[in-house]
């Protein structure tokens, strides 16, 4: 199974952000896995973002629940977020991870005019 994340790269202040995470290999509906996604700002730590379990339900960190959402394509096997009303404080780079076991290899988002 693999993970491939994919975005613009750059972003404006008060855009709208999305991200893809493509899965390959295995399918996005298999019982028992989530789908997570976790983003990392320069210089600092993994911060979760949200998750969306092979049911479709999702949760949300509180801090982000205003501005995120994550849906799927279960007919193209991919997960999307996005985050509205982004700033700078949203630059990192951001991973999709299948229940913290699978990662892909991150795609760098950098939020400037």
């Known amino acids: 199974v693999q993970l491939q994340e994919s975005g613009p790269g750059l972003v404006k202040p008060s855009q709208t952000l999305s991200l893809t995470c493509t899965v390959s290999?295995?399918?996005?509906?298999?019982?028992?896995?989530?789908w997570r996604w976790i983003r990392q700002p320069p210089g600092k730590g993994l911060e979760f973002i949200g998750y969306?379990?092979?049911?479709?339900?999702?949760f949300y960190s509180p801090s982000l629940k205003s501005r995120i959402s994550i849906s799927r394509d279960t007919s193209k096997n991919l997960l999307t977020l996005q985050l509205s009303s982004v700033t700078p404080e949203d630059t990192a780079v951001y991973y999709c991870?299948?229940?913290?076991?699978?990662w892909g290899q991150g795609t760098q988002v950098t939020v400037s005019s």
């Open positions: 290999g295995g399918s996005i509906t298999t019982n028992s896995y989530s």
């Open positions: 969306m379990a092979s049911s479709g339900s999702t």
């Open positions: 991870t299948r229940n913290f076991t699978l």
